[in-house]
Structure formats: structure tokens, C-alpha cells
């Protein structure tokens, strides 16, 4: 199975999402015959509650994925935590409305410029707890930072991501190889995403698992088993 654990619907949080976009996103995936992608928006992005209810009506959900034209569209949401690093969440819509509600009223809805009052990321992965969720550590050196989280934090993480901008800025051999290094590490698979804010570069990073996967579980244990290979195209 061919997925894109990390994409987004909106060139930047602070726009008004477009179903045009999200549609767009939808025709890429199938045209790079992608199986499934990961439809997240940021946790601060406008309209991300409305985006989530948009969904729920307009979509055939069956298992744990909308469902069109034969693609799997998975849910999630990308919470930014006071350590300065991303965490991407996915589970069923239901867990995540729900997470995020809570995770949303903890961070008070601060904006991304107050980085200071986010929540931290052991505050995560608590709130965390009472859902069944994936818990993918994005991008982990961007910006040049970092991973110094303590142990409580990374025991509940399912992998660290390989992702195409930071390919972009420093070549796949070297994100490739320190990402790598930090799964061994911290005992957790690798994850592929495009990280996709453009819906024309969708896939260009995807997981490949050995087996098909329609729930969250099943995902959670494909990562957990290191099913995983990470392949990018331009
Ligand atoms: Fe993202």
C-alpha cells in the first residue's frame, strides 16, 4: 500500500480552505496511483473544525477512511508543542475531532507566533492517551533543531518522518540518514510525507507498506513492524 502519511489541503494555515484545492489534491494522488493519502491541517489553521465537518458530510466513510473515487483519506492533525517540534496525528475522524478539541482548548488557541504557550509534548501525549491514535514526530530536524524530548514523549511516538521539504533543503541522503539514525535511536519506525501544502506535490514522498491497511490499527502496526520503505519522486 502506497501512502502519503503527511498532506495538507491549504497553501498556509492562515487561509480559507478551498474545496477546489482539496479536490485537486484528490486528482493528483490517483493520477501518481497513490492508495491513500493523510488529509491534516494544522491544529492553529483557520477552519480546521469546518474543514473536519466538510469532510463528514460530503464523503462516504467506511472503516477508518473517506473514501473517493477509490483513494483512502485518512485524518489527522499536525499540533505544534513548546519544544519547538511538529507532531502529526491520525486516527479515526471521530478521535481526531475530539483530540484536537481538547488539545485546541489547552493551547487556548494560541497562533503560531506565540510558540511559547503551546502545550507541551508530554501534555500531547497524554491528552493522547485516551484515543487511538498514530503519533508521527514530522520533520524532526527542521529548522535546524534538536530532538531532545524526554522519554515519556518518545516512547509514545510510532515513527519519525522523512519529509520532502527537508529532502529539498539538504538532499535525501542526508535526511534519509539522520532521520534514520534518530528511529534506531529512539526505537521507532521511519515515516514518508510529502508535507504537501501544494496539491501538485502530493506523493512526491510516500510510505510503502507490505500489506494493505484500512484502519488505524492496522497502520499502527504496519510502522510498529517496520513494514515500512520510504520512496520519493520529483
Ligand atoms: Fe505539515
Partial sequence: ?????????????????????FHKKVSVALQKKLDAFVQLEHLHAADFFEFSGFLKVNYRYEKDYYLLDGLKVFVGVEVSVSEKHDIVLIGRREDIVSAAQELFQRQSGKSKETTGD???????????????????????FRHNKTVDLSKKVTEGLDAVE???NEISN??????????????DKLGVSVSGGSDAHNPARVGCVVSVFDSDCSTI???????????????TKK
Fill in 1 to 21: 500500500m502506497k501512502i502519503d502519511l503527511h498532506t495538507h489541503s491549504k497553501t498556509s494555515s492562515s487561509r480559507a480552505f478551498l474545496v477546489s484545492d
Fill in 118 to 140: 503551546y502545550i507541551s509534548a508530554e501534555e500531547l501525549i497524554r491528552v493522547c492517551g485516551g484515543f487511538e491514535l498514530i503519533k508521527i514526530l514530522a520533520h524532526p
Fill in 162 to 164: 522523512i519529509n520532502s
Fill in 170 to 183: 539538504h538532499g535525501e541522503y542526508a535526511e534519509r540518514e539522520r532521520v534514520e539514525r534518530l528511529a
Fill in 217 to 231: 490499527g492496522e497502520i499502527k502496526e504496519a510502522l510498529a513492524t517496520s513494514r515500512v520503505e520510504v520512496y
